[in-house]
């Protein structure tokens, strides 16, 4: 099994930051793209970043400038640099991965974390 845990996430006055990680473990043979996605109250799940294991990045329009994905592939892990948190960056963030899990399978399958509430107070 594989199992994605975030942490970073918590209450942060509008226009400071805040850094997410997710730690990915289990069976590991190697991971595609991993991202982050939120979801606000009332709203339907969002792509925020994703990176690729060569470090090609996508982010969507409404962080770009202020989010940075980065990733170290030795340690399985993603990260999210948040900065010039506004109110509206309020949500649930959820890391995705794309993992294949053994060597003799090409399937790549995608796992979703538990979740790590952002909060911007304005």
């Known amino acids: 099994q594989v199992q994605l845990v975030e942490s970073g996430g918590g209450l942060v006055q509008a226009g400071g930051s805040l850094r997410l990680s997710c730690v990915a473990s289990?069976?590991?043979?190697?991971?595609?793209?991993m991202g982050w996605y939120r979801q606000a109250p009332g709203k339907q799940r969002e792509l925020v970043a994703t990176?690729?294991?060569?470090?090609?990045?996508n982010y969507a329009d409404s962080v770009k400038g202020r989010f940075t994905i980065s990733r170290d592939n030795a340690k399985n892990t993603v990260y999210l640099q948040m900065n010039s948190l506004k109110p509206e960056d309020t949500a649930v963030y959820y890391c995705n991965a794309d993992v294949r899990k053994t060597s003799y399978s090409s399937n790549y399958w995608a796992y979703w974390g538990q979740g790590t509430q952002v909060t911007v107070s304005s």
């Open positions: 289990g069976s590991i043979f190697s991971i595609n793209a």
């Open positions: 990176t690729t294991s060569g470090g090609s990045t």
